[in-house]
């Protein structure tokens, strides 16, 4: 099918390109610059010119395809207007997208989050939270399932809070980062809490079988470690980095604090077992052994 894609020159975006193509899809993959429309028009997708706020481009983007998936998201994290702001711009365009696609019975595939659970690790059964700062992003995903009532065969895809290949990407990336800036590689807490995670290769394969064979309004978990703790994270980092590994304030973190000091293990066996998916590349900590000091 043809397919229309928000975020394809991304991390994980350029992936689920890759395994689009690779399986006999054709991709419009939307470009918000010269240099997106050139890596998308490289790795074989049609760019679309025009960015998330750009509402009547991503009507026409996903009026031209037979299914959209949406990976776009500001990743402006800075301060919590900026991330409110960021937010609230993704919630627009996905109810641009749904609202091009109301009465098609085209897959809509989008992205969320794996929520907390306390005490356990969560199942695709579970609710995403809708509070706190990225809380925005979870209402409009609750909105854009419910089109499964008006003729939308939608999906969403909740990723772990590391999606990494080649030792970047994802929540680990942001901790290598700042242990980069720092001189520190840090944790919040006592760093017990758990992270669950994927490799981008293992993830863009569930985006696909998704679109391919997902009953409308469902969730599906994008987990292959279901939580590695946080401060084993830091210390493969540390270690990479040749830097001391150390409790720091969640105040480290900006507005995200709250999220990186939660325990937030994940399960993926209901999406194992029903569309058959089965992460193949390596785990968190054995791929962060590519960071380069």
Known sequence: MRV??????GLIGSAVVAELLGNGHTVLAL???????????????????????????????????????????????SSPEALANAVAEEGAALAALGEALGGSDRPFVVCSGTPPVPGRASTEADPIPTDGPVGGRSRAVTE????????????AVRLPRTVHNEGTGGFAGVLTGIARQSGVSGYP????????????????????????????????????DEGDQVRDIAAVIGRRLGLPVESVPAQTYGPLGVIFAADQPASSTHTRQ????????????????????
């Not at 854009?144 to 999906?155: E, F, I, N, Q, Y």
């Not at 029903?274 to 000091?293: C, F, M, R, T, V």
């Open 4 to 9: 229309f894609i928000t975020g394809g020159t």
């Open 31 to 77: 470009a918000r610059s010269d240099a997106s429309a050139q890596a998308a028009s490289a790795a074989g997708a049609e760019p679309i010119r025009g960015g998330l706020a750009d509402l009547d481009v991503l009507r026409a983007g996903a009026a031209r395809a037979d299914g959209v998936i949406h990976l776009a998201f500001a990743n402006d994290f």
């Open 144 to 155: 854009v399932l419910s089109l499964a009532s008006r003729g939308v065969r939608t999906s």
């Open 189 to 224: 807490g006592d760093g017990t809490q758990r992270w669950p995670a994927v490799h981008a290769l293992d993830a863009a394969v569930l985006f696909r079988l998704a679109l391919e064979q997902a009953e409308a309004g469902t969730a599906w978990h994008a987990v292959a």
């Open 274 to 293: 029903a569309l058959g998916w089965e992460p193949k590349h390596p785990s968190l900590l054995e791929d962060l052994e590519n960071i380069q000091p």
